[in-house]
T-cell receptor, first 116, second 116 residues
Framework: AQTVTQSQPEMSVQEAETVTLSCTYD???????LFWYKQPPSRQMILVIRQEAYKQQNATENRFSVNFQKAAKSFSLKISDSQLGDAAMYFCAYRSAEGGSEKLVFGKGTKLTVNP | KAGVTQTPRYLIKTRGQQVTLSCSPI?????VSWYQQTPGQGLQFLFE???????NKGNFPGRFSGRQFSNSRSEMNVSTLELGDSALYLC???????????????FGEGSRLTVL
């Protein structure tokens, strides 16, 4: 079974600075997808960024980028120019590319605080 | 375009009772998944449905059940409630089962169940 580990329960960053959230995963599959989701307090979870395992190029979405190291099974999220609105729980998630299932395996999350 | 709608948003039940939660996916989305979120266990996959068929089921007891209707709306039911069932129940929808693509899951705001 696949597992996702987020080793940082909490992180903090100063507004306008850069922060990196860590995620490692374990799988025996070669084809899969990785995601970072953001869950603001009392609000719905939204997709931040996604990465297909077969792509070597790291995904980027505006201020958000990932460092995907397939051999190391590592998938970190970098947030540049942090904003107050970035404060939220961030979840790393894995989905198999086999079988067509929508099932996501989530890490326990990292609570990000942005200090003004 | 309306998002994923979950009802009720909050509810309180007592042990031994049963509860039904509803999820209306985004218009046109045919795949619906359910997750349980608790502080201790994090986000755990419950089940997913496509075209009224359960495609996958998580590791939960038989007290947890679900179904999907022809209009893609989904319900989940928990019978004989236990204190440990207190959680935020999240529903997510996507356009089609992912298969080889990276279909995005869109989450609702959740139904917060408290069992006394």
């Amino acid at each position: 079974a696949q597992t996702v580990t987020q080793s940082q329960p909490e992180m903090s960053v100063q507004e306008a600075e850069t922060v990196t959230l860590s995620c490692t995963y374990d799988t025996s599959e070669s084809d899969y997808y990785l995601f970072w989701y953001k869950q603001p307090p009392s609000r719905q979870m939204i997709l931040v960024i996604r990465q297909e395992a077969y792509k070597q190029q790291n995904a980027t979405e505006n201020r958000f980028s990932v460092n995907f190291q397939k051999a190391a099974k590592s998938f970190s999220l970098k947030i540049s120019d942090s904003q107050l609105g970035d404060a939220a729980m961030y979840f790393c998630a894995y989905r198999s590319a086999e079988g067509g299932s929508e099932k996501l395996v989530f890490g326990k999350g990292t609570k990000l605080t942005v200090n003004p | 375009k309306a998002g994923v709608t979950q009802t009720p948003r909050y509810l309180i039940k007592t042990r031994g009772q049963q509860v039904t939660l509803s999820c209306s996916p985004i218009s046109g989305h045919r795949s619906v998944s359910w997750y349980q979120q608790t502080p201790g266990q994090g986000l755990q996959f419950l089940f997913e449905y496509f075209s009224e068929t359960q495609r996958n089921k998580g590791n939960f007891p038989g007290r947890f059940s679900g179904r999907q209707f022809s209009n893609s709306r989904s319900e989940m039911n928990v019978s004989t409630l236990e204190l440990g069932d207190s959680a935020l129940y999240l529903c997510a929808s996507s356009l089609v089962p992912s298969g080889g693509n990276t279909g995005e899951l869109f989450f609702g705001e959740g139904s917060r169940l408290t069992v006394l």
